[in-house]
């Protein structure tokens, strides 16, 4: 079945820690894309990417980085210097009739 | 920047009544806008899309509109059912990069 998978689901992070959360894409789609949302809140563009090794930040890049060393793969770093980090990532990859399909999520905790 | 808003929050409506979900946005050059639904703690999952040259998608049982001249798209869901009970949401994009802005969303639930 093609989809998207991220891994892990839950994540907890201790202050000062960077974590990296996974996003697997086996549609043969170009354009990836990470986004957050806080609760009662839409989502939020963090960083995308239309190609292989290169990505461009979104609306609120700050504390996070990426890498696309490869089509299938589009993973998020969230570093120590993320003041608010707690929420719910959402991955996505874009279809050729522009629809955006996501992954279940990843649930990340400060301690 | 596009900003996009969805009014109201929440609503509740009896098993078999139309729902009707509103959806605005500030910027008329909007490239394309969809709509996505989201049980709790769970992704997304895609409805419809509109192009900025259509007017309205429909899919089964669902159908949205597009005005760009008064900022607004509308989700139709007819005979509302229990499991359509989720968050509605909607996003527009203003370029082909697929940047998209997010609405809050409607929480909707359906009461058998």
Sequence with gaps: DGGITQSPKYLF??????????????????????????????????????IVNDFQKGDIAEGYSVSREKKESFPLTVTSAQKNPTAFYLCASRGRK???YFGPGTRLTVL | KQEVTQIPAALSVPEGENLVLNCSFTDSAIY???????????????????????????S?????????????????????????SATYLCAGATDSWGKLQFGAGTQVVVTP
């Design chain 1, 98 to 100: 522009d629809t955006q």
């Design chain 1, 13 to 50: 992070r201790k202050e000062g820690q960077n974590v990296t959360l996974s996003c697997e894409q086996n549609l043969n789609h170009d354009a990836m894309y990470w986004y957050r949302q806080d609760p009662g809140q839409g989502l939020r563009l963090i960083y995308y990417s239309q």
């Design chain 2, 32 to 58: 394309n806008l969809q709509w996505f639904r989201q049980d709790p703690g769970k992704g997304l999952t895609s409805l419809l899309l509109i192009q900025s040259s259509q007017r309205e998608q429909t």
């Design chain 2, 60 to 84: 089964g049982r669902l159908n949205a509109s597009l005005d760009k001249s008064s900022g607004r798209s509308t989700l139709y869901i007819a005979a509302s059912q229990p499991g359509d």
